[in-house]
Each structure stands twice: as structure tokens, then as C-alpha cells.
């Protein structure tokens, strides 16, 4: 099980520019979750998908979409990047149902604007 | 407050036991989570906690839960260098869909 993975590693864009970063949950997982860390700071909770819906939102601007396809994988879109977009990315993965398994993280996109 | 608040710093001596604290929001918060994160990494679940418990050992992890003051500890026992990283508490604010809300971190150092 290769758990959640993410692409890229790491990423380099300027402002004004698009991004999409990707991401694969973990096997007999259906729920993908994104977080941006920013230096310093804990996770912050940016959408939800299920079942190719955005479940539920956090507090960012409509810029930051994102896409769940059939396969359960997902992708975060920023459009207009800005500097303080700047941040480890975090795609976090759960079950349908709530047992004792939880969410668990993948690596990271570390996302810098210049 | 609407945050949940931890100590940014900890620095323990190796062999002894690190108490990382945590404050969070929401009574009403189902599970409570410690998660670790070394640099350049993500996140790595230690350990949650169901809300109907007051304590659950995990080998040399223990962690404690005061419902009343919405108080949460993860002890780490005979503490090693390895164990340095940043410690997250988490919350769901009795989210059935799996939002997380955390603190700032502790980053914890372990000195041999």
C-alpha cells in the first residue's frame, strides 16, 4: 500500500500564474481533504471532495479549486497565485466511513511564488 | 478562544519524558489527534484519542484527555533524539466529514 502520494515534490511559480498539484489517496480511501501549511503554522483546512463533489470549504478565496475524478485521486488548482500563497500543500486522505481509521497525509507539495 | 493553542517550544534532555500540551475549542469535538512532522515532511499520525476517553497508552506514547477545561497531553516515555519534530493536536469540532482544525505545533528537541 503505497499510502497518500502527491505530485510534484516541489514547485516554483510566479505571481499571476496557475498551479495544479495532484494527488492519489490511500487504497480503499474515497475522501480526499487539502491543507495549505504556511511556514510556521498549522494545517489549514481548504476543501473536501466525496464522491467527486466539493463536500465542504474552508475559508479560502475562490481562486483554489479543485477536482475529484472517478478513481477517488484529486487535484488543488490556484488560479492568480499570489506571494503569500507560498506553502506546503497537504492533500489528506479518509474512508467513507467513520471507524477507527482517520485521516491520513500525504508528503506535500511545497509551493513557493515568486 | 476560536484557536487551538499550544506551546511553540520544548526542549527535553534524552531519556526522560517530553509532556507536549494542547488547549482546544470544541466540547463538542469527537476525536482529538497528535500528529508528528519532521522537517521537509508531512504529517504522520501518532495517535487520536475518542472523546468518551480519559487516557489511552500507545507504547511510550500516553495520551490524556480533560474534557472539562478542553485539555489534551501527549507524554512521550524515555524521549530519544528521533523524536525531534513538530507536534500537532487536532480537532474535528464534531465533524462527522473529517475536517481537521490544528494548533500552531510544538517543536519538540531532544538533546542526547
Known amino acids: 500500500d503505497a499510502g497518500v502520494t502527491q505530485s510534484p515534490t516541489h514547485l516554483i511559480k510566479t505571481r499571476g500564474q496557475q498551479v495544479t498539484l495532484r494527488c492519489s489517496p490511500k487504497?480503499?480511501?474515497?475522501?480526499v481533504s487539502w491543507y495549505q501549511q504556511a511556514l510556521g503554522q498549522g494545517p489549514q483546512f481548504i476543501f473536501q471532495?466525496?464522491?467527486?463533489?466539493?463536500?465542504q470549504r474552508g475559508n479560502f478565496p475562490d481562486r483554489f479549486s479543485g477536482h475529484q475524478f472517478p478513481n477517488y485521486s484529486s487535484e488543488l488548482n490556484v488560479n492568480a497565485l499570489l506571494l503569500g500563497d507560498s506553502a506546503l500543500y497537504l492533500c489528506a486522505s479518509s474512508p467513507r466511513d467513520r471507524d477507527e481509521e482517520t485521516q491520513y497525509f500525504g508528503p506535500g507539495t511545497r509551493l513557493l511564488v515568486l | 478562544g476560536e484557536d487551538v493553542e499550544q506551546s511553540l517550544f520544548l526542549s527535553v534532555r534524552e531519556g526522560d519524558s517530553s509532556v507536549i500540551n494542547c488547549t482546544y475549542t470544541d466540547s463538542s469535538s469527537t476525536y482529538l489527534y497528535w500528529y508528528k512532522q519532521e522537517p521537509g515532511a508531512g504529517l504522520q499520525l501518532l495517535t487520536y484519542?475518542?472523546?468518551?476517553?480519559d487516557m489511552k497508552q500507545d507504547q511510550r506514547l500516553t495520551v490524556l484527555l480533560n474534557k472539562k477545561d478542553k485539555h489534551l497531553s501527549l507524554r512521550i516515555a524515555d524521549t530519544q533524539t528521533g523524536d525531534s519534530a513538530i507536534y500537532f493536536c487536532a480537532e474535528d469540532r464534531g465533524s462527522t466529514l473529517g475536517r481537521l482544525y490544528f494548533g500552531r505545533g510544538t517543536q519538540l528537541t531532544v538533546w542526547p
Open positions: 471532495y466525496y464522491e467527486e463533489e466539493e463536500r
Open positions: 487504497s480503499g480511501h474515497d475522501t
Open positions: 484519542i475518542f472523546s468518551n476517553m
